[in-house]
């Protein structure tokens, strides 16, 4: 896996992808239990990346919305698409 510098130039859709393979394969119950614990930290990592990405996200969308005196302008996503 891409730790470290690597990490940042991943997409969120990737990593996304990464972590469903992840969660698939801690399901099976034949997985040894080494396998097990690096397959968790490995999620671990790739669900804080995707967590950390959402909330840039969020930020980002959050600037776009304030008005011009810089109040934020909260709606509904759907809304915000209508308009």
């Known amino acids: 896996h891409e730790w470290g510098n690597g990490m ?3 997409r969120f859709e990737d990593t996304l992808g990464e972590l469903e393979k992840i969660v698939q394969r801690l399901e099976d119950p034949d997985v040894p ?10 999620g671990i990592k790739l669900s804080r990346f995707c967590s950390q990405k959402l909330d840039e996200v969020e930020k980002r969308v ?3 919305l304030k008005d011009e005196l810089g109040n934020l302008l909260t ?4 809304e915000a698409q209508e308009q």
């Open 8 to 10: 940042a130039k991943k």
């Open 33 to 42: 239990l080494e396998e097990a614990v690096a397959l968790f930290e490995d």
């Open 62 to 64: 959050d600037v776009l």
């Open 75 to 78: 709606r509904p996503f759907d």
